[in-house]
């Protein structure tokens, strides 16, 4: 496509529910990124998916938090058992290779816990 | 480790006035640097790089950056702001051998009319 494309824009959800946050990256960009972005603070990186290597997952919060990447393009955020203080814009990037590019960012799915 | 620190949570400037907002950065090595700009309820856009080469580097909207190894700074600029230069800016840091970019917390700049 164009651009990133993420899905759903927004989300609400209660407490304890499971949510799963999609990211669309653009065609042929083998690194794709999931960032969180919480009210007032700067970006907090979660997972690193490049091509068919094994994914970065060292920014993870907890295990309540995976991700998956399917044919080396689209990935799925998951999130078990919602808590509050999920609540947070959650940003996918990709780029065309782990470079010296920057990366294109989605729109966000903001999420809210209630 | 790298990271980036943005000093200024706010910057206020009235239009046609210059515009600055300051980005520190500490990485092993030689730096790529970014700047990002995000409007409200968008992601962030892309504005500018540095890679290597000029420390000056121009980027979208009119705004260019200065690379200064010795401060390790990497401030964004623009001569004349615009009221719709009103967002909020990141500067970002990878190492060379790195594939993470690190963000600052952000600065939300505000041009009045």
């Known amino acids: 496509g164009a651009g990133v494309s993420q899905s759903p824009s927004n989300k609400v959800t209660e407490k304890g529910k499971d949510v799963e946050l999609r990211c669309d990256p653009i065609s042929g960009h083998t690194a794709l990124y999931w960032y969180r972005q919480s009210l007032g603070q700067g970006l907090e990186f979660l997972i690193y998916f490049q091509g068919n290597s094994a994914p970065d997952k060292s920014g993870l919060p907890s295990d309540r938090f995976s991700a998956e990447r399917t044919g080396g393009s689209v990935s799925t955020l998951t999130i078990q058992r919602t808590q509050q203080e999920d609540s947070a814009v959650y940003l996918c990037a990709s780029s065309l290779e782990p470079g010296n590019y920057g990366y294109t960012f989605g729109s966000g799915t903001r999420l809210t816990v209630v | 480790a790298q990271s980036v620190a943005q000093p200024e949570d706010q910057v206020n400037v009235a239009e046609g006035n210059p515009l600055t907002v300051k980005c520190t950065y500490s990485v092993s090595g030689n730096p790529y640097l970014f700047w990002y700009v995000q409007y409200p309820n968008r992601g962030l856009q892309f504005l500018l790089k540095?890679?290597?080469?000029?420390?000056l580097v121009k980027g979208s909207y009119g705004f260019e950056a200065e690379f200064n190894k010795s401060q390790t700074s990497f401030h964004l600029k623009k001569p004349s702001a615009l009221v719709s230069d009103s967002a909020l800016y990141f500067c970002a840091v990878r190492a060379l051998n790195d594939y993470k970019l690190s963000f600052g917390a952000g600065t939300t700049v505000t041009v009045r009319a």
């Open positions: 540095y890679i290597t080469g000029d420390n």
